[in-house]
């Protein structure tokens, strides 16, 4: 049984054409979207970090059944925590909508108007591969704003949701692109 995600991106029908009949069930543009998929490494490290709360959630019952309520309840606070960091994991990223673009980190969230974004282009330069300190050569999508210094590169294509996938980061940069295009003034 497929199970569509519902992201910005359109169903493919057998012969590669877009679908482009079938409108989205939050095409509206008010609704803030993700425009492309979270990738394999993002998904990937998310579902590692529930299937080791699993096991923190099966320790706490096993503590709770010996009797040590409190070493239980700090398994289980542990287990929610982990939770919580897997379910902002798969929500990092770019969101936009009609009224501006959200960069979602996984400790801060910045969301910026339209009006204050002056350019979005792509860039060629150092990036971090999968976020950590490392850096390859890459290319990012750079948000500059009217006022101000450019936020942090929106997207890479060495990122969690586009490494080894080049094709899809030029998909997602053309689609940030075009909102930028589309809703600043």
């Not at 995600?5 to 679908?19: I, S, Y």
């Not at 969101?95 to 282009?121: F, I």
């Not at 936020?151 to 930028?180: I, K, Q």
Request: overall charge positive; hydrophobic content about 50%.
């Amino acid at each position: 049984m497929p199970l569509p995600f519902l992201t910005a991106d359109r169903d493919f029908k057998a012969d590669g054409r877009a679908a482009e009949s079938i409108a989205l069930p939050h095409d509206e543009p008010d609704h803030w979207r993700r425009p492309y998929r979270p990738g394999p490494w993002r998904v990937g490290t998310a579902a590692a970090f529930l299937l080791l709360a699993s096991f923190v959630l099966l320790s706490a019952l096993i503590i709770a059944l010996a009797g040590s309520l409190p070493g239980a309840a700090v398994c289980a606070v542990v287990a929610v925590l982990m939770i919580a960091l897997a379910l902002r994991l798969v929500r990092v990223g770019v969101w936009v909508s009609a009224r501006g673009l959200r960069q979602v980190h996984l400790l801060r969230t910045t969301t910026l108007p339209w009006s204050a974004v002056g350019a979005v282009r792509t860039a060629q330069q150092p990036v971090r591969w999968l976020g950590l300190p490392r850096t390859v050569q890459g290319q990012a999508l750079i948000v500059e704003r009217d006022r101000g210094g450019p936020l942090r590169a929106l997207v890479t294509d060495r990122n969690g949701d586009f490494l080894s996938r080049p094709e899809a980061f030029e998909r997602a940069a053309d689609v940030l692109e075009a909102w930028a295009a589309e809703y600043r003034p």
